[in-house]
Nanobody, 119 residues
Framework: QVQLVESGGGLVQAGGSLRLSCAAS????????MGWYRQAPGKQRELVAI?????????NYADSVKGRFTISRDNAKNTMYLQMNSLKPEDTAVYYC???????????WGQGTQVTVSS
């Protein structure tokens, strides 16, 4: 039982920046990985970035955002962030927070937050 709440989305001009936050609550002990996904209208949901939770904070990024986005987390606060810089119109999407439990083979999702980048 994990609940995720995203915040920080909005409207920004190309080249601007936003920071998304994901606050997690509930039974987090089994969560191994958290990440950010996004979905544009008419498109499949895609992975943006993931980060290990237990230790090390290993990160991976989609090629499309590498060098522009930074994922981070504060395990003590059960909070994950996505710093988005040099935003492009192609980044426009609903961004979703995800938490994954390998032990229970289960995913949890936030409600999504809209990011719109104008050209």
């Amino acid at each position: 039982q994990v609940q995720l709440v995203e915040s920080g989305g909005g409207l920004v001009q190309a080249g601007g920046s936003l920071r998304l936050s994901c606050a997690a609550s509930g039974t987090m002990f089994s969560i191994n990985v958290m990440g950010w996904y996004r979905q544009a209208p008419g498109k499949q949901r895609e992975l943006v970035a993931i980060i290990g939770i237990g230790s090390g904070g290993t990160t991976n990024y989609a090629d499309s955002v590498k060098g522009r986005f930074t994922i981070s987390r504060d395990n003590a606060k059960n909070t994950m962030y996505l710093q988005m810089n040099s935003l492009k119109p192609e980044d426009t999407a609903v961004y979703y927070c995800n938490a994954h439990s390998t032990y229970y083979v289960k995913d949890y999702w936030g409600q999504g937050t809209q990011v719109t980048v104008s050209s």
